[in-house]
């Protein structure tokens, strides 16, 4: 018996399939019967297809399957496909043969209902036209992320995910049992990644990271992944020029390759395209303050972090993505070194995406000064012999480095143009969820 071919949906919304006998599998999207035919929608991984089962043209007991079976029920389906105007995506099955492969019980999904009622089925809610669009946005992305550091000479490098210590604050930390001891998840890749840099000079990295993240919005989950980069001889200005070169880049293929998922997201297409062609400002954390209170009036106080709000209004003033370097010293991580031109700051930078969508990359030059360091551990209350592995690395051929993380979701929720992040990511985990 020769093997059966199989079509996809999108071949046959592509034209090729024209007037052609195709055999079909997926899933019944919806489905509806008057007397002698049943219009089914059938969709599978690539889109949605009409199909029209007309009694007498396939054996009865088919029909009879056909009008019985409910939707999700997962099907095969032959038959010649036609062009029909009216149609979804301008063609229809005609269909001959049709087998059932599982009868779905009656979908607890409908119309309208709570978003909590949507997380506790998202096992099946992934099966959506909107999240299988979101998640195709996303395979996108990270693809593009890959293709990006490699086509740069970066090589893969990977950390452990339980680690002893904390990289961006003991409070959001997540404990782990570990035998008789106790651990950590990882909160960033980087502190073992400055390590990697010595025998591979460019390390990229994506991976899940933890952050127990104590309040509820709309920008943070508990797990993420973060797609992570640090290179030796890099300095602030260079890391900056590569974010902003990965985002442009992760933009060009999405463009390329997700158009179908951005139409029904109705996400701007030209929008993004202006976008990916631009240059993205960077200016400072003090040139940020006084735009905020010289143009948005607003009154915010040299030395604070920049909050929601702030980056909110400072993404309304630009339309791309926008840099902002040096932030005050004092409310930065311990690795962060002071600007020896501007001491009170640091040699970082946040990357702030346009229309509220937040901090989408956060990175630095790397502090060289040891006791600089210890000090600042030590007023977080960090016990400092622990990072005894972390100041070798500045005492056996240490060079300038430098290194970002850049917040996948973040970027994926920023290009669908979604308002909550928890839809950018399969089985999402916040502060009130962990489940299914
Ligand atoms: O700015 P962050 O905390 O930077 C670091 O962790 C550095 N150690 C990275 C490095 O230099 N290698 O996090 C980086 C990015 C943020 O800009 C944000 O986009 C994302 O990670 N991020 C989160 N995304 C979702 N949920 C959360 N709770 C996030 N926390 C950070
Ligand atoms: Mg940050």
């Keep these: 018996m020769s093997k059966t071919t199989w079509t996809k949906i999108e071949e046959i919304l592509s034209g090729n399939k024209k007037d052609k006998e195709v055999h079909l599998r997926g899933w019944i999207y919806r489905t ?45 389906l032959t038959g010649k496909v036609k062009e029909d105007k009216r ?21 607890p999904i409908v119309k309208d209902q709570s978003p909590e009622f949507l997380l506790d089925q998202r096992h099946l809610w992934l099966r959506s036209r909107k999240l299988a669009s979101i998640l195709k946005i996303r395979s996108t992305v990270v693809g593009a992320i890959h293709t990006f550091f490699r086509d740069r000479g ?22 782990v049992k570990y035998y008789n001891d106790k651990t950590y998840l990882s909160q960033s890749w980087q502190l073992y990644a400055e390590a990697g840099i010595f025998s591979l000079e460019k390390i990229y990295n994506m991976g899940p990271t933890f952050r127990a993240e104590k309040s509820k ?14 290179a030796a001889w890099m300095d602030l200005h260079d890391i900056v020029e590569v974010g ?22 109705e996400q701007d297409y030209k929008k ?30 040299w030395g604070k972090d920049l909050r929601t709000l702030e980056e909110n209004k400072l993404a309304d003033y630009f339309n791309t993505p926008v840099a902002v370097t040096n932030y005050p010293v004092e409310i930065m991580a311990f690795y962060k070194p002071r600007d020896p031109k501007d001491p009170k700051t640091a040699l970082c930078f946040d990357m702030i995406a346009p ?16 006791e ?59 502060l009130l969820r962990f489940r299914p």
């Design 372 to 430: 600089d360091m210890k000090k600042r551990l030590k007023a977080m209350g960090e016990p400092v012999e622990n990072y005894k592995w972390y100041f070798d690395l500045r005492r056996f051929g240490s060079v300038p480095h430098a290194g970002y993380g850049l917040g996948v979701e973040r970027v994926v929720a920023w290009i669908c143009g979604i308002d909550n992040i928890k839809d950018t990511i399969p089985f999402p985990r916040t």
């Design 217 to 230: 919005t709309s920008r943070h989950l508990s797990e993420f992944w973060m797609a992570e980069m640090e």
């Design 355 to 370: 229309e509220g969508y937040g901090e989408i990359i956060g990175g630095s030059q790397r502090n060289l000064d040891v």
């Design 32 to 76: 509806r019967s008057s007397g002698n035919i049943v219009f089914i929608t059938m969709r599978d991984a690539t889109g949605i297809l009409q199909a029209t089962v007309k009694k007498g043209n396939l054996p009865d007991s088919e029909f009879e399957d056909g009008k019985k079976a409910l939707i999700e029920s997962s099907i095969e």
């Design 154 to 175: 970066f090589y893969e490098f990977d950390a452990p995910v339980l680690q002893p210590n904390q990289c961006e604050g003991g409070s959001t930390l997540f404990e």
């Design 87 to 107: 149609a979804p995506g301008g063609y229809e099955l005609q269909v001959t043969k049709l087998n059932v492969i599982n009868f779905a019980e009656p979908f």
């Design 244 to 265: 902003k070169d990965e985002i442009r880049f992760i933009l060009k293929q999405i463009l390329k390759n997700n158009k179908n998922e951005l139409e029904i997201l």
């Design 272 to 301: 993004l395209k202006q976008i990916s062609e631009s240059e993205f400002p960077t200016i400072t954390y003090t040139e940020a303050i006084n735009i905020l209170n010289e143009k948005e009036g607003m009154n915010i106080k």
